[in-house]
């Protein structure tokens, strides 16, 4: 089975999810145990809880990822923004999960292990469930290059420090290399919801992803630095001239495991600052927290858009609390 699951533990008669693992050691599991998240299909029922959800974003922020529900739970007419929603996954403090009809919002942490680690707990997760149908997005902040601070970029392609639409991980001490191709045509439709709203500047650019955000990302604030400004700004041009328009950590794994399970992925991510221009955030704590918000309303008109062409109402979801 392509799964590597049993049928047995998919849930006898239930449609089968189209979230695809590849894993045979998984089928000589009594339960497992999604130990980061505090659950498990022994201890709860997944279908039940999750099997409705059709769009999940994730973010690096917990508290983003809440202020996230309340803001689409409002924009879904699904409950009231102000109404506080229970952490799914209370009892462990590594990542946060909250739920509203058919969207999940999951915070990731800060970088390529952090985010890999809740990816593939999230995969079984939604597998487990027989979620169909399941449409993923990275809400997150980046440094751009040549951008206005503020503007939306949605990655055609996440490119590694070298500019290679590839991820690298070590496995039994060989490198394994991954591609990093996005789902092309939500990217461009997600492009296309920042035109439609015409609130803020969205681009659809390549994003760098590096392992730091420091000397990783050519800054010269760090506690170390052997290059020069002029090392920098070279390296940036040549960053622009493959396409780059933004950096962060994580859009790489999240690219290449999403691809890995056939899940229809994209990223969305504002910049914070035009790294061309500096290196550290100056802007006041208020115009950042305008400037976070703004993957969130894209994403959330994208969710409204879908649900609508969908032609499935709101009501259809009901809304679990755990
Ligand atoms: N996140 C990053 O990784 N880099 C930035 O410059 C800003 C946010």
């Not at 974003?57 to 409950?79: N, P, T």
């Not at 939604?126 to 990655?155: E, M």
């Not at 802007?283 to 032609?311: E, W, Y």
Request: glycine content about 10%.
């Amino acid at each position: 089975m392509a799964s590597g699951f049993s049928d047995e533990k998919n849930g006898a008669g239930k449609r089968p999810s189209s979230v695809h693992l590849n894993n045979p050691h998984l089928d000589s599991l009594k339960e497992d145990i999604l130990y980061h998240f505090n659950l498990g299909t022994g201890s709860q029922d997944l279908p039940a809880m999750f099997g409705d959800v059709k769009f999940v974003c994730v973010g690096g922020s917990a508290w983003r990822m809440k202020a996230f529900i309340q803001y689409i739970a409002g924009e879904l007419g699904l409950g009231d923004p102000k109404a506080e929603y229970p952490n799914i996954c209370a009892g462990t403090d590594r990542y946060s999960m909250y739920k509203v009809g058919p969207v999940l919002s999951i915070s990731h942490g800060m970088g390529i292990p952090s985010i890999a680690i809740m990816l593939h707990e999230l995969i079984k997760l939604l597998y487990h469930a027989n979620c169909t149908d399941v449409t993923i997005l990275r809400i997150g902040t980046s440094g751009g290059i040549g951008l206005k601070p503020g503007t939306v970029v949605v990655t055609k392609q996440s490119m590694d420090a070298c500019f290679q639409p590839k991820y690298e991980q070590v496995i039994l001490g060989k490198t394994v290399v991954r591609s990093t191709d996005l789902d092309e045509g939500l990217a461009e439709e997600l492009h296309q919801c920042g035109a439609e709203m015409d609130e803020f500047e969205t681009v659809i650019g390549n994003t760098m992803c590096t392992l730091d955000f420091y000397e990783g990302q050519a800054r010269l604030d760090g506690a170390f630095c052997s290059y020069t400004e002029e090392d920098k700004q070279n390296y940036l041009a040549e960053a622009y001239s493959a396409g780059v328009r933004n950096i962060e950590m994580e859009s790489s794994v999240f690219a290449a495991m999403c691809k890995l399970s056939c899940l229809r992925a994209a990223v969305v991510c504002v910049t914070l600052l035009d790294r061309l221009k500096g290196d550290q955030l100056t802007s006041s704590h208020d115009v950042l927290n305008n400037f976070q918000q703004r993957p969130q309303i894209l994403v959330g008109h994208f969710i409204k858009k879908q649900l609508k062409a969908s032609q499935k109402s709101c009501d259809d979801f009901k809304i679990i609390a755990t």
